[in-house]
Every structure is written in structure tokens, then in C-alpha cells.
């Protein structure tokens, strides 16, 4: 009786349009999310930063959501903000302009109404898009399931606040996919938007790069048109040019061509009050490691070598498995570039887990594993890790670590 009922639940499943299923699967992540945001507020007190009993408009507009906010009513400050020492201090021009204007014009003036739209209608295309990228790699079933995951997953609060990132993730998947369909025409549209909604478009550049090389060297399997090479050609230098052209602005409208690195900077030193305002490639990621080995106990000088190598090797050894070489090259060329990216240019802090949203594309080589048991049980520790980051990060919300 309840495998004919199941075999029939299955069957009228399947009936139901692709874009349907996955707006129903997003549609009951997103009621789960609230709910985990009413619970949130419930455990939220007045040592939390929030407040006793927040409510999720609250949520919406917290932490990063008000520079976004400052942003779209304010702009950005000609006149760099300084601390009590001479630094500059945090500002606005950390945050690029695309997602704060969107929100303000979708809201109609109500900011945080205007973001919560963005950030909801942006996460379902974002799904519908990470489908139709994984669909011809893993198939559909998986497919379905990396959605899933990535509805559900620990940052699936992201689709409900005012962050960029659920934008930017449209805007990455939507390039990524155009990549490699080799539609490149339409990536001279996403590139610039990519670019200017949050940091990341050299990451893209890299992966370019890295598409063009491959290409190159798998011409006699697949045809390398000379109208292809143009194209990643151009658009590799059209991702360097608008990675850089945000310090470019901040530094012309300033007047200090650094603007934008001191800004970044600024919020360093939370971590490291010490720290200056200069900035080298994959120095930020190695004092993080010192910071955090320090945290942990682990000895100074060969214990932090040791976790950096660490860190480098897992991330090696993930792109290297079986599951993710699946997903195909774009998708893994794209990881590498991110993560490289990332440990040239950030450091390592409670936000780090957010700055992995871009590796979404990875969530199919989780999917890939056929057992119902494997994928439900998935689902449940991708709900548990949701939970723990929102009650972590808009519940307690009252330590050091507790930062989206």
C-alpha cells in the first residue's frame, strides 16, 4: 500500500514541468528558512545584536544589509573616514553598488522590502540556472538533488537578507553556463553587472584564462573557431578591467588611490588591531592562519605551515576526486580560480563560509551519489548546518566569530 502510494506521488512528480519542481523545492526551503529565522528570534536576547525578540525584518537589515542600505540612500563618502589613530576607518565603498540600487528600486524606497524581493527572486533563478549548468553532467535526478542542497544549505539564509550574495550567484552561474554552452557573446552582458554587485570578477578573469589555455590544448577534439579565441580573449580583459575599475573610482573620487584597499583593509582589524594598511598577495591568508592557530593552541612558525598546507591540500584533493571531475572542466576550473582567488586576497574569518557561496556549482558532486539513503541523510545535515549558521549568526550573534 505505501510503496503503491509512493510509486503514484513519484509518477505525478515527474509529470510536473522541470521549472515547476524547482520552484516547489525552493518554495519549502525558503518556509523552512523562516521558520529557523522565527526560532532564531526567539533565542535572541539583549546581549545578541539584535536585540530580545527581534523580527525578521530585523534579520533582513542586519549586519552588511545596512552598509547596502547606507549605500542606497547615502552613496558613497568623497572624504574617507578616519579612526582615532589616522586609518581609515570601515565605509561604504567596501560594498559595490549593483544589489543596494536594484533593492532601493524594487523596494520603491522601502530598502529592506526591495532587498528581500532580490534576494528571493535571485535564489530561485539561481537554482533553475545551477540546474540547467549540472543537468547534462550528472543528470537530472542529480541535478534536482544539487538544488536541493543548495536551497537547503547552511547559507540558504542568504535568499531571505540583505546580502549580495544570492545575486551575484545568479550572475556567476548565469556566466558559468554560458561558458560552457561557448554562448560567449552574452557574457560581455553578465561580466560588467558580475562585476559590480561584489568582489569576485577576477576570479572569473583567471577562469577565462584557464578555459582558453584548455581550449587550446583540446582543438584537435574540439574545434577552436578563431571568432572563440576573440571572445575569451576580450572577455578575460574585460574581467581585469572591471575587477580593477571599482579602485579605480573610489580612488578618483577620493582622492586616494588606495581608497578601496584601505577600506578593505579596515575591517582587518578587527581581527588585527595591529595590522597596517598595506596589502600582499596571500599574506592576508597566512595571518589568518597564525590568528586562528593561535585561537586553537596550535604552536606559532610550524603548526601554522602545516595548517596552511593542509587547508591547500583538502581543497587540492577535493577537485581531484572522482564526484567533482563529473562536473566537468568549467565547473572545476572555475573552483580552482575561486579558491586561488581567495587565498590571495582574503582573510580568514567568520565569513569565510559565506565567501564559499561562489563554489555552488560543487554542491552537484555532492548530489551525484544515487542512494536514497545517502541523499536525504545529506539533505538533513545541510538543514542542521542552516540551523547552526542562522542561530549562530542571528540568534547569539553576540561574540567576536559570530559575523556573516
Not at 533565542?43 to 549605500?71: E, I, K, M, N
Not at 549580495?164 to 561557448?182: I, K, M, P, Q
Not at 583567471?206 to 572563440?228: A, C, K, N, T, Y
Not at 577600506?263 to 591568508?285: I, K, M, Q
Request: aromatic letters at 14%; hydrophobic letters at 55%.
Amino acid at each position: 500500500m505505501a510503496d503503491g502510494i509512493l510509486s503514484s506521488a513519484l509518477r505525478r512528480w515527474a509529470r510536473v514541468p522541470v521549472i515547476g519542481r524547482i520552484a516547489l523545492v525552493y518554495l519549502i526551503a525558503r518556509l523552512v528558512t523562516t521558520g529557523f529565522l522565527v526560532l532564531a528570534s526567539t533565542v535572541s536576547t539583549s546581549q545578541s545584536r539584535f536585540g530580545p525578540a527581534p523580527g525578521l525584518r530585523s534579520f533582513v537589515l542586519g549586519w552588511d544589509a545596512q552598509w547596502y542600505w547606507w549605500v542606497a540612500v547615502n552613496g558613497y563618502p568623497q572624504a574617507l573616514p578616519s579612526t582615532a589613530t589616522g586609518q581609515v576607518a570601515e565605509n561604504s565603498w567596501a560594498f559595490m553598488p549593483v544589489y543596494a540600487y536594484v533593492a532601493n528600486a524594487v523596494g520603491f524606497g522601502d530598502w529592506g522590502l526591495g532587498a528581500l524581493l532580490v534576494s528571493l527572486v535571485s535564489g530561485l533563478l539561481a537554482c533553475i540556472v545551477l540546474h540547467r549548468l549540472l543537468r547534462p553532467r550528472i543528470g537530472a535526478s542529480a541535478a534536482m538533488w544539487a538544488v536541493a542542497f543548495f536551497a537547503s544549505g547552511p547559507l540558504a539564509a542568504l535568499f531571505q537578507v540583505g546580502y549580495a550574495e544570492a545575486l551575484f550567484t545568479l550572475l556567476l552561474l548565469l556566466g558559468l553556463d554560458l561558458v560552457a554552452r561557448r554562448r560567449y557573446a552574452w557574457l560581455y552582458l553578465v561580466l560588467p553587472v558580475m562585476g559590480f554587485t561584489r568582489p569576485g570578477i577576477l576570479a572569473f578573469a583567471l577562469f577565462l584564462g584557464l578555459h582558453g589555455i584548455l581550449r587550446w590544448l583540446r582543438r584537435d577534439r574540439e574545434p577552436l573557431p578563431v571568432r572563440h579565441i576573440v571572445h575569451i580573449v576580450a572577455l578575460g580583459l574585460l574581467s581585469v578591467v572591471v575587477g580593477f575599475a571599482w579602485q579605480v573610482i573610489a580612488g578618483v573620487v577620493t582622492g586616494d588611490p588606495s581608497a578601496y584597499l584601505k577600506t578593505e583593509l579596515a575591517w582587518r582589524r578587527n581581527w588585527l588591531p595591529e595590522s597596517d594598511d598595506s596589502f600582499f598577495p596571500f599574506e592576508g591568508f597566512v595571518r589568518g592562519a597564525e590568528f586562528w592557530a593561535g585561537q586553537l593552541g596550535i604552536p606559532a612558525g610550524g603548526g601554522v605551515i602545516v595548517l596552511v598546507a593542509l587547508v591547500v591540500a583538502v581543497a587540492a584533493l577535493l577537485l581531484r576526486s572522482r564526484s567533482v571531475r563529473r562536473l566537468g572542466p568549467e565547473i572545476r576550473l572555475w573552483s580552482a580560480s575561486y579558491l586561488l582567488y581567495l587565498l590571495a586576497v582574503f582573510f580568514p574569518q567568520s565569513s569565510t563560509l559565506r565567501l564559499l557561496m561562489p563554489l555552488t556549482p560543487l554542491w552537484g558532486a555532492l548530489a551525484v551519489p544515487r542512494s536514497r539513503i545517502y541523499r536525504w541523510g545529506m539533505l538533513g545535515l545541510c538543514l542542521l548546518a542552516q540551523w547552526l549558521w542562522i542561530v549562530s549568526m542571528y540568534g547569539i550573534a553576540s561574540t567576536y566569530y559570530q559575523v556573516p
